[in-house]
T-cell receptor
Framework: EAGVTQSPTHLIKTRGQQATLRCSPISGHTSVYWYQQALGLGLQFLLWYDEGEERNRGNFPPRFSGRQFPNYSSELNVNALELEDSALYLC???????????FGAGSRLTVL | EDKVVQSPLSLVVHEGDTVTLNCSYEVTNFRSLLWYKQEKKAPTFLFMLTSSGIEKKSGRLSSILDKKELFSILNITATQTGDSAVYLCAVGSTSGTYKYIFGTGTRLKVLA
């Protein structure tokens, strides 16, 4: 069974640019979660999608946005990049209403 | 404000030692507590705890939850260098304001 896949693995951008990160959940999982893990910090909750709808978002500015497609894959967009956006962005999936999150390997975003 | 606090922040032990990692929480409408191991990027699932006093065990790892005192512990006996990782605790809520909130993790280093 394929796990959660994320792309790209690494991404380098400059301040002010836009970044798009992608996530494909495990087959049969309808919920997708995005977390930001900055160096030395824990996982900070960004967004939760379930059945194509945004169910909740964390305490991040509106320039962090995303969507979930009909096949349950998801993308995270970060506009007007700032240096402090440099982090590992982790995507996780679960069956709707289930408890256990399965994580992907993450996308490392570096903003110069 | 809901929060999850892990202690210690870091720990260095020698192979064969036993370690106890702590996770305390203050969360509205507790649903479940998860433990993850993060070695490089993708956190991998260890345990899910929902009921007080019931120990979950997998090999040398075990965990238990105390819903009255609002904490969980993760024990690792006879540690090996392969146990070196960041151990993350996550608490889920049914309140709908978020799915899971993570602690900052405990970084464990096991020396040969």
């Amino acid at each position: 069974e394929a796990g959660v896949t994320q792309s790209p693995t690494h991404l380098i951008k400059t301040r002010g640019q836009q970044a798009t990160l992608r996530c494909s959940p495990i087959s049969g999982h309808t919920s997708v979660y995005w977390y930001q893990q900055a160096l030395g910090l824990g996982l900070q909750f960004l967004l939760w999608y379930d059945e194509g709808e945004e169910r909740n978002r964390g305490n991040f500015p509106p320039r962090f946005s995303g969507r979930q497609f009909p096949n349950y894959s998801s993308e995270l967009n970060v506009n007007a990049l700032e240096l402090e956006d440099s982090a590992l962005y982790l995507c996780a999936s679960s069956q709707s209403g289930a408890n256990v999150l399965t994580f992907g390997a993450g996308s490392r975003l570096t903003v110069l | 404000e809901d929060k999850v606090v892990q202690s210690p922040l870091s720990l260095v032990v020698h192979e064969g030692d036993t370690v106890t990692l702590n996770c305390s929480y203050e969360v509205t409408n507790f649903r479940s507590l998860l433990w993850y191991k993060q070695e490089k990027k993708a956190p991998t699932f260890l345990f899910m705890l929902t009921s007080s006093g019931i120990e979950k065990k997998s090999g040398r790892l075990s965990s238990i939850l105390d819903k009255k005192e609002l904490f969980s512990i993760l024990n690792i006996t006879a540690t090996q260098t392969g146990d070196s990782a960041v151990y993350l605790c996550a608490v889920g809520s049914t309140s709908g304001t978020y799915k899971y909130i993570f602690g900052t993790g405990t970084r464990l280093k096991v020396l040969a």
